[in-house]
């Protein structure tokens, strides 16, 4: 019975040190979003990352709030705190300290690639499809092609990111169809469009006089010498 509650205690003791860091991949995903290509490990390294992060921001502020020790660290002591009424709250206590820590370590971590990523010009999303979703195509007007040649224009309501490209879905909110005929955009009866991603060929912003651009609407791009 003794090695049970050993093994027992050993196996909390390993999730505990993953557990706390889930909220903080959660908020740095709010950040930088969703890669559907990512092999579990990753994941788990990165919740493993953000649980020690967060763990050694508690420990640093613990002593100033007299908060108390993360006892679950430690076998014997996690075995101790479970026979013990006033030592398993104060565990407690400290798992919600470890994670607010973890959860502060996240937005860090977030805000920090963001602001790299800013910097250098770059995007923090995984995928061009994230970056164009969260980014670009906030909003603007869009224009959506389909397989068929179908042309629609409207707002993202919403789309499907951090997925693979057949799983891409769209609605379009106050959907607009290109008339060939008139060479316009005739507003439809209908409020929103929902648009399977399998069925997209190309979608675009639509410029806003807002947008910052090198080359003005209409300009030729090269010269002819620069051709």
Partial sequence: ?????????????????ILPGIPGERLYRTFVGFDWREDQWQKTLRLLTFSLFGLALYASIAPLLHAPFPTYLSPM?????????????????????HFAGSSVAGVIGGIGLRSVARIMSASAYYSAWDH???????????????????????????????????????????????????????????QSLFLPGPLLSSIATVYEPTDRRIIPIDEAVFTKGDE
């Fill in 77 to 97: 002591l996690l075995e101790q705190a479970v026979k013990n009424e006033v030592l398993f709250r104060r565990t407690l206590l400290a798992l919600l300290g």
């Fill in 132 to 190: 164009f979703v969260r980014h670009c195509a906030k909003n603007h007007w869009v224009v959506v092609t389909l397989q068929n040649g179908e042309t629609y224009s409207g707002f993202i309501e919403t789309a499907d990111i951090s997925v693979a490209s057949s799983d891409r879905d769209v609605i379009l909110r106050e959907p607009a169809s290109y008339d060939q005929k008139s060479n316009e955009y005739r507003a439809l009866k209908y």
């Fill in 1 to 17: 019975m003794k090695e049970f509650t050993s093994t027992l205690a050993g196996i909390l003791v390993l999730v505990f040190a």
